[in-house]
C-alpha cells in the first residue's frame, strides 16, 4: 500500500497543518500495516523495505464542500485540567458541553487525565463537537482509549470498529533556541522527546544541544479515525552537534521489548544492571498498545507485566532510593524508586513488603524490595514494571533494563535495518529547504 507523510518545517506544528505545498511520500511495505491481530505487528528489521523514497505530490484540490465540513482539534491537558475547562478551550460551545457532559454514556467525573495527554474534538461546521477521543488512565498500568460521538442527537460509545493504522512517522528539524521547544513545533509528542533524550544520554545531553545542530527521527504512530492517537517505538534517530553526528536503531528483541544501537551495533545505552524480578515464566504483557478486535478496545500498557509465581523476588535493576511505598490504586501494593535522571521506576501488584524498604531508604541493584503478588487490578500473580521520565512512560525495555549484546545474526539484520533507514533519513537530508507549508 503506498503511505503519504507530510513532512513539517521546524517552525510550524503539523496538528495546525493548513495546506501542504510540498509534500514527501514515502512507503514502507513492512511498516503500514493496519493492525488485526490483538496487538501491533512486531517490526523487523527483514521487514523494512522502502519502495519509493521521493515522490512529487500535486497540489491538494480542496473545494468549498472539504472546508466547509467537520475537523479534528487538538488540546493538551495542563496541570489542574478537566475536561470541561480543555473542551471549553478547545472552543467548544458551552451548550454542547452541556449538553456532553449530560448525556454522556461515561461517568466524565470517574475520567483520569495527565497532564501533557492530547484530548481530540471533532467540530463540525456549526461549531458542534460531534466526537471527542482520548486516553483515560486506569490507574493500574492501563489506559483505555474513549471515543465518543454524536450518532443521531445522541451521544454514545462509538468503537463500533477498530479503524486503526500504524504508520512510522519522520520528522527533521534543525535546533532553534532549544531542542525541546524546536520538536515539539514540528508535531514530536512528548514521549517520544523524552525517550530519545533517555536512549543518547550516555553520548550527549539533548538538551544541550546547540542552534543549527540537526536532529531526524524516524517513530512509529498509531491512528484512529484518521488522528495520531499514539506512539510506539521510535525507530531510528540521527542527531548531529558539535560536527559529529550520532546514530541509534531500535532492534527488536521479542517480547521483552527492543533496544538502541549505534552505526556498529554497539549499544547506545548501558542500560540498567539487572532484571527487575529474579525469574519469570514468561511476558505476559509487552508496553505499548493493545488492541482487541472482538471487545472492539484499544488499550496503552504502560508497563510490562513479568508473570511469575506469588512469592518471587522483586529485585531493584539498578542503584535508587526509595520514592513511594503502599497501596496504589489498581496497581495494589506498590514500591516506587527514584534513579538518577528523575527516572522513576515502579513495581505493582506485590503480595509482601521487604521490612526496611521504606521510602527515603537506599537501594543498591539487585537488592529485594518487595514480592510477587496479584493486588489491585490484577489478573493472576505478575509483575508490572514501569519506568517514569519527568511523568512520561517510556518503554522499561530502551532505557530501564539492560542492553544485550547483539548476536552476530542479529547484527546482520541489524545493518540492513541501517541501510534501509539511512535511505529514508536521507530524503530529508537531502531537501535544501524544508518548506512543506505555506499559511
Ligand atoms: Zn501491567
Request: avoid cysteine; charge should be neutral; aromatic fraction near 8%.
Amino acid at each position: 500500500m503506498m503511505t503519504h507523510y507530510f513532512m513539517t518545517t521546524q517552525n510550524k506544528p503539523l496538528r495546525k497543518r493548513r495546506m501542504i505545498a510540498t509534500a514527501i511520500a514515502l512507503s514502507f511495505s513492512g511498516l503500514a500495516l493496519a493492525a488485526v491481530g490483538n496487538e501491533i505487528p512486531k517490526l523487523s528489521a527483514e521487514g523494512y523495505k522502502i519502495e519509493r523514497v521521493l515522490q512529487e505530490l500535486p497540489m491538494p484540490k480542496i473545494s468549498d464542500k472539504q472546508l466547509g465540513s467537520s475537523y479534528w482539534y487538538d488540546e493538551e491537558v495542563q496541570t489542574g485540567d478537566n475536561l470541561t475547562l480543555v473542551l471549553k478551550r478547545l472552543g467548544v460551545s458551552e451548550n454542547s458541553i452541556q449538553n456532553f457532559l449530560k448525556e454522556s454514556p461515561i461517568d466524565t467525573k470517574m475520567l483520569q487525565l495527565r497532564a501533557g495527554q492530547i484530548i481530540s474534538a471533532r467540530v463540525d461546521s456549526t461549531g458542534n463537537v460531534t466526537d471527542v477521543q482520548f486516553f483515560s488512565d486506569d490507574d493500574n498500568g492501563e489506559r483505555n482509549l474513549v471515543a465518543i460521538g454524536k450518532i443521531n442527537g445522541k451521544w454514545s460509545l462509538n468503537i463500533d470498529d477498530i479503524d486503526t493504522e500504524t504508520m512510522p512517522s519522520l520528522r527533521s528539524v534543525v535546533v532553534g533556541t532549544s531542542s525541546t521547544g524546536s520538536l515539539a513545533q514540528a508535531g514530536v509528542p512528548v514521549e517520544i522527546r523524552t525517550n530519545l533524550r533517555e536512549i543518547f544520554s550516555d553520548k550527549f545531553d539533548l538538551d544541550e544541544l546547540k542552534q543549527g545542530d540537526r536532529i531526524s527521527i524516524l517513530y512509529e504512530s498509531l491512528y484512529f479515525r484518521g488522528q495520531e492517537i499514539a506512539t510506539g517505538n521510535i525507530l531510528a534517530a540521527e542527531i548531529t552537534t558539535s560536527g559529529k553526528t550520532y546514530y541509534g536503531y531500535y532492534f527488536d528483541h521479542g517480547d521483552s521489548g527492543g533496544n538502541f544501537y549505534d552505526e556498529y551495533g554497539e549499544s547506545l545505552k548501558k542500560g540498567f544492571d539487572g532484571q527487575p524480578i529474579e525469574s519469570f515464566t514468561r511476558i505476559s504483557s509487552p508496553y505499548g498498545i493493545r488492541l482487541h478486535p472482538v471487545l472492539k478496545t484499544i488499550k496503552m500498557h504502560t508497563g510490562i507485566d513479568y508473570a511469575a509465581p506469588a512469592g518471587t523476588k522483586i529485585l531493584a535493576p539498578s542503584d535508587g532510593v526509595v520514592s513511594f511505598s503502599g497501596w496504589k490504586g489498581g496497581y495494589g501494593n506498590t514500591i516506587m524508586l527514584t534513579h538518577e535522571n528523575g527516572m522513576e521506576t515502579l513495581y505493582g501488584h506485590m503480595s509482601a513488603y521487604i521490612s526496611g524498604v521504606n521510602v527515603g531508604k537506599r537501594v543498591k541493584a539487585g537488592d529485594v524490595i518487595g514480592l510477587v503478588g496479584s493486588t489491585g487490578r490484577s489478573t493472576g500473580p505478575h509483575l508490572h514494571y514501569e519506568v517514569r521520565i519527568n511523568g512520561q512512560h517510556v518503554n522499561p525495555a530502551t532505557v530501564a533494563l539492560p542492553t544485550p549484546k547483539l548476536a552476530a545474526e542479529d547484527l546482520a539484520a541489524l545493518k540492513k535495518y541501517q541501510q534501509k533507514t539511512n535511505e529514508t533519513m536521507a530524503a530529508v537530508r537531502g531537501l535544501p529547504v524544508m518548506v512543506s507549508q505555506r499559511d
